[in-house]
């Protein structure tokens, strides 16, 4: 079955009506052991080859591991492939799931730019000597699909919100849709600053998420309101310079977010939510976050 959403006048169901799915508990980081900027696929990157510090980077990658470990998650680190510098963004080459089953299964990337192609395979072997069954989407039919990046697990619901326009594409998310037998949200994606959908949304829980609205057509942004009891809106500012939106609130109540939001902040602690604040200032000059610097797993 294949259900996918792109206006509101299609939306049939409740949230609360849809399969719970179990949250899940361990996360895989890549060590940022050959990050560097090293070529400009997106905006944030312009300016920015040769310009990342290790050190600084490999301080702030270890805060957040830690900041993991602290909230109880089961962190894994792998090193990172030399000529691969953005496999550190483990959020991208696939979207893992668990099943009614139970069976832990991942959908692999097809990346958009051939310079991250290589690093689908790493995660791939990683992910299937972990036990993941991975599913592959035909590259003949899709252009490109980048994981986490466009797809995001409704807090504990077999739902879907996917992004398309810039790094996955419509097509790719119908795909999706069938291959899980899950609903998709698909959200169209304008503004090239925020080219995948875990730019512009976070979903904090069940009920409340994280957006910049002008990332999305009219569209999207109406089926977000629809579907969540709280819409936070991130300012422009905080959006596009500190990557707020890539916050991540892996347990429903605490937030990890890059250093300085406060306006974001606020609102967020307003709503009931923990604040934990990281520095990710060398990952910021890649286009990526505290969200992308992760994979979720079960
Ligand atoms: N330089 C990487 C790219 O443009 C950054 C990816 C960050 N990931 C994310 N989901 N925002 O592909």
């Known amino acids: 079955m294949k259900k996918i959403y792109t206006k509101t006048e299609q939306l049939d169901f409740a949230i609360?009506?849809?399969?719970?799915?179990?949250?899940?508990?361990?996360?895989?980081?890549?060590?940022?052991?050959?990050?560097?900027?090293?070529?400009?696929?997106?905006p944030h990157m312009t300016n920015q080859i040769g310009e990342v510090d290790s050190i600084q980077a490999l301080n702030e990658w270890n805060y957040l591991l830690d900041g993991y470990r602290e909230l109880g998650f089961d962190v894994e680190a792998i090193p990172g492939e030399k000529g691969l510098p953005d496999m550190v963004f483990c959020a991208n080459q696939s979207l893992p799931f668990i099943d009614e089953n139970g069976t832990k299964k991942a959908v692999m990337s097809i990346m958009h730019t051939e310079q991250r192609a290589g690093e689908v395979?790493?995660?791939?072997?990683?992910?299937?000597?972990?036990?993941?069954?991975?599913?592959?989407?035909?590259?003949?039919?899709?252009?490109?699909?980048?994981?986490?990046?466009?797809?995001?697990?409704?807090?504990?619901?077999?739902?879907?919100?996917?992004?398309?326009?810039?790094?996955?594409?419509?097509?790719?998310?119908?795909?999706?849709?069938?291959?899980?037998?899950?609903?998709?949200?698909?959200?169209?994606?304008?503004?090239?600053?925020?080219?995948?959908?875990?730019?512009?949304?976070?979903?904090?829980?069940?009920?409340?998420?994280?957006?910049?609205?002008?990332?999305?057509?009219?569209?999207?942004?109406e089926m977000i309101y629809k579907l969540f009891d709280n819409v936070i809106e991130a300012t422009a500012y905080e959006a596009e310079k500190l990557f707020a939106v890539n916050a991540t609130c892996p347990d429903g109540k605490n937030v990890l977010i890059q250093q300085g939001c406060t306006d974001v902040n606020k609102k967020l602690r307003d709503s009931g939510f923990s604040v934990h604040e990281y520095s990710t200032y060398e990952f910021l000059k890649s286009g990526g976050s505290v969200f992308c610097m992760k994979l979720m797993l079960w």
């Open 16 to 42: 609360e009506d849809l399969p719970a799915m179990p949250a899940p508990s361990k996360i895989l980081m890549v060590k940022p052991t050959h990050y560097d900027v090293e070529y400009v696929i997106n």
């Open 121 to 221: 395979a790493h995660i791939e072997k990683w992910l299937k000597s972990r036990g993941y069954e991975t599913l592959r989407l035909n590259p003949d039919e899709i252009d490109s699909f980048e994981g986490m990046g466009d797809s995001l697990w409704h807090f504990k619901r077999r739902l879907l919100w996917g992004g398309y326009g810039f790094r996955s594409s419509l097509k790719a998310q119908e795909r999706v849709s069938e291959l899980l037998d899950t609903p998709v949200v698909a959200l169209e994606l304008i503004d090239d600053r925020f080219y995948h959908l875990d730019t512009c949304m976070c979903v904090l829980n069940e009920k409340n998420a994280l957006i910049y609205p002008d990332a999305f057509s009219d569209d999207g942004c």
